[in-house]
């Protein structure tokens, strides 16, 4: 049986140069294939459609840099698992909206820094628990107002709590206000009950107060002496007789 009966080759060796450009057929039963091989360039032009259907696997690997131009759409379906593995860099950019669905689980991993800039809104919506740990410090900066609104309870734990306003602190519930302003400190409630040995003394340009003595539980606060800083009572008549008027 002659050599390679079931091949037919087209093949031409370069001129003045080791190498050739071949194409050939292999007719063999099980063996069938079509061989293309370019010694330097390939180029196809395709003036209409273009349909490629390979029936099992294929592989394509590119020793350098590769070009993909799509004038008009593009639609890529897997129908399983897809993995996209790069060295170095990786640049994604949308010039309108970029939708992305997730059936189930979302991770992602950071290195190093992350960093996210929204030129607009931004809305987050989490329809169970929303867990942040943060190894070092957190800041917030809002120029505009900032709402939270705990339907249940809120805790806050530390060594040290600071507030720091620039016009006025107010703390309402439904029995008074605490409220804290350029003008001074105002406690305004139904009752005052203090529990445990307590000792208030205020001074300053206004009125005076001073409070000492053991509360009792139960029992409101009263007002006992309003002597001023001028030695007069805000209280007349002076319930302590410690007041001129």
Not at 26 to 42: C, K, M, S, T, Y
Request: glycine content about 12%; aromatic content about 4%.
């Amino acid at each position: 049986m002659p050599a390679n009966k079931t091949r037919m080759t087209l093949k031409s060796q370069t001129h003045k140069g080791d190498g050739f450009n071949e194409l050939s057929f292999e007719d063999e039963a099980g063996q069938e294939e079509v061989f293309i091989h370019a010694q330097r360039n390939q180029n196809n032009v395709v003036k209409n459609n273009e349909t490629t259907l390979v029936g099992n696997d294929r592989s394509e690997q590119v020793e350098n840099d590769e070009t993909l131009t799509v004038g008009h759409d593009r639609k890529d379906t897997v129908g399983n698992d897809e993995q996209v593995s790069i060295g170095r860099d990786r640049r994604h950019e949308a010039g309108q909206d970029d939708d992305l669905v997730i059936g189930r689980n979302h991770r992602i991993k950071t290195g190093k820094d992350r960093m996210e800039e929204v030129g607009n809104n931004r809305r987050d919506k989490t329809g169970a628990s929303h867990h942040i740990e943060i190894g070092n410090h957190r800041e917030e900066i809002v120029q505009g107002h900032a709402y939270l609104d705990a339907m249940q309870e809120i805790r806050h734990r530390t060594k040290t709590y600071r507030i720091q306003v620039e016009d006025e602190f107010v703390l309402e519930g439904p029995g008074g206000t605490f409220r804290i302003n350029r003008t001074g400190i105002f406690l305004n409630g139904v009752a005052l009950d203090f529990k445990g040995p307590m000792q208030l003394t205020t001074g300053g340009s206004g009125t005076s107060h001073m409070v000492t003595g053991v509360s009792k539980e139960g029992l409101a606060m009263d007002q006992v002496c309003g002597m001023r800083a001028d030695g007069s009572c805000s209280r007349m008549p002076c319930p302590c007789a410690k007041g001129v008027a």
